[in-house]
Nanobody, 118 residues
Framework: QVQLVESGGGLVQAGGSLRLSCAAS????????MGWYRQAPGKQRELVAS???????NYADSVKGRFTISRDNAKSTVDLQMNSLKPEDTAVYYC????????????WGQGTQVTVSS
């Protein structure tokens, strides 16, 4: 059974930091590209950051320089360090196993709420 379990969300003031973590099980993590997405109320889900199986990273323009995605293959975890948070970062954040030629099936976590107060 595949599980992607997010943790680390919460309420933080603008300018603060949070670290999200996603623990994966039931997949071959080392060959998986992973991503963090977010969805704010009334908006479409959007890619925040992704990391390939080899560690190459990609970021949305809105978070470049503030967020850092990282992975630990030994622990099957992918983290998102979020600094200099803004109220517009408020959303439910989802962990995602990306579809690639190495691992085609996508999976989503249940999401974790991040709220940034002004």
């Amino acid at each position: 059974q595949v599980q992607l379990v997010e943790s680390g969300g919460g309420l933080v003031q603008a300018g603060g930091s949070l670290r999200l973590s996603c623990a994966a099980s039931g997949i071959v993590f080392s060959i998986s590209a992973m991503g963090w997405y977010r969805q704010a109320p009334g908006k479409q889900r959007e890619l925040v950051a992704s990391i390939s199986r080899s560690g190459n990273t990609n970021y949305a323009d809105s978070v470049k320089g503030r967020f850092t995605i990282s992975r630990d293959n030994a622990k099957s975890t992918v983290d998102l360090q979020m600094n200099s948070l803004k109220p517009e970062d408020t959303a439910v954040y989802y962990c995602h196993r990306e579809s690639t030629v190495f691992a085609r099936q996508e999976y989503w976590g249940q999401g974790t709420q991040v709220t940034v107060s002004s």
